[in-house]
């Protein structure tokens, strides 16, 4: 049997310093977009390039996302978190030194490893140290983190290029990001062992996957990333080709939707605890959540393409976005429920891994899409018809979220 697991000491404390890391973590992975247009005629870049660079973090992001689940199921999770934080930031330091494509390139590739111990970690920490009543609004506050690092990396990134260049924008990230390790080791338990309690006996990945509620969450993160990954490459450059924004009015214009989604994340997330508080079925409510949230932004995102006016298309992005939260605000929680202590870390890793299958080829057939056809119109309806199908993955295949038992190992 697994031994208890400790008490997290001061729990809100490093809820706050998971929040502002998301926050680093989702400017870093968005700051490419942010500078895409002066990069690329800096270093001469085709559409199609520029697409594949969009694409290269999420190779290593998704690729790592097995390894990064297991470490930090086996190992202590706040310093597997803490080195994989170094590594993405000086990541996005070095990049602000690039000469070419190879070497950006290979900095992409090396951001997506950093990056990819977030959401394992998040998982592992949420399910091991706050309870089910607590677990919407935590996650939505990650997930609101992850929403404001595009909105503040859109405006300030945006206004940063346009006043000392894009190369600056990565000097500043990067080194200022390092700031958050002193509070985060000076923050993290000193009564964990250094080998996770739940490393023993814990269901291995195999036993994971053979679930069909996990092949529900797979398709439902796949969908949601599908479109967040679509915004947070390709919205700045669609706004500026497109709608003919200029850079200022893209950094200004460009974030809020970010904003709007992340109260929305919040609202619904703490809406969410409230109904299950008051009496409401945890299956009911948080299936519910996820399933209307990308049924409703789907029906939106089509027409943002379709209508003849910037300012009508930028209206309807910020509904369908504020929509989006309600899906954003439960799908981890969902994973938490079902997957429990010893499978969170696995499970997540597992469910990022293919999720973000979305971000290896949602930048790069979007930039192929645009650089044929000439129009984002295919983008946006392929954006709608993705986020249809997961809706009906997370009804179809996961009928009640019941924790799932794991056999003794």
């Not at 290029?161 to 000193?190: E, H, K, N, Q, T």
Request: net charge positive.
């Amino acid at each position: 049997m697994s031994q208890p697991r400790p008490a997290l000491p001061h729990p809100w404390r490093l809820l706050a310093l998971l929040v502002l890391s998301i926050f680093i973590n989702f400017i870093d992975r968005a700051n490419l977009s942010v500078a895409a247009e002066d990069l690329r005629r800096e270093l001469m870049l085709r559409p199609s390039q520029l697409g594949l660079l969009l694409s290269a973090f999420f190779w290593t992001y998704a690729a790592f996302q097995l390894l990064a689940g297991w470490l930090v199921d086996r190992y202590n999770v706040f310093w597997v978190y803490g080195i994989g934080f170094l590594v993405w930031s000086l990541a996005t330091g070095l990049t602000g030194a690039v000469t070419g494509f190879s070497m950006l390139f290979a900095l992409r590739l090396l951001l997506g490893m950093g990056e990819s111990v977030a959401y394992p970690a998040y998982s592992r920490i949420l399910a091991s140290g706050f309870p089910e009543k607590h677990r919407g609004f935590c996650n939505a506050a990650i997930d609101a983190g992850s929403k404001l690092g595009p909105a503040l990396g859109t405006l300030i990134g945006g206004l940063i290029v346009a006043a000392a260049g894009w190369r600056s924008l990565f000097f500043i990230l990067g080194g200022g990001a390092l700031l958050w390790l002193i509070p985060w080791f000076l923050s993290i338990p000193r009564n964990l062992p250094a080998r996770a309690p739940e490393a023993v006996g814990g269901p291995g990945f195999l036993d994971i996957i053979r679930r069909r509620e996990v092949w529900g969450t797979f398709l439902g993160l796949f969908a949601i990333n599908w479109s967040w990954y679509f915004m947070i490459t390709w919205l700045p450059s669609y706004l500026r080709a497109a709608r003919g924004f200029t850079q200022a009015e893209m950094a200004v214009f460009g974030s809020v939707p970010f904003w709007c989604i992340a109260a929305s994340s919040l609202t619904f997330g703490w809406l969410s605890d409230r109904l299950i508080t008051r009496g409401l079925s945890v299956s009911t409510v948080r299936r519910g959540f996820a399933a209307g949230g990308l049924l409703s932004a789907g029906a939106l995102m089509l027409p943002v393409a379709l209508v003849a006016s910037g300012r009508t298309a930028l209206i309807l992005l910020t509904v369908a976005t504020g929509l989006f939260g309600l899906c954003t605000s439960n799908i981890w929680a969902i994973t938490q429920r079902l997957a429990g202590p010893s499978a969170a870390g696995k499970w997540t890793g597992a469910q990022n891994a293919f999720g973000n299958l979305a971000g290896v080829f949602g930048p790069w057939l979007t930039g192929v899409l645009v650089e044929r056809t000439g129009s984002y119109v295919p983008a946006f309806a392929l954006v709608s018809i993705v986020l249809v199908l997961g809706a009906i993955s997370f009804l179809v295949l996961i009928p009640r979220l019941d924790p799932v038992v794991w056999a003794e190992r």
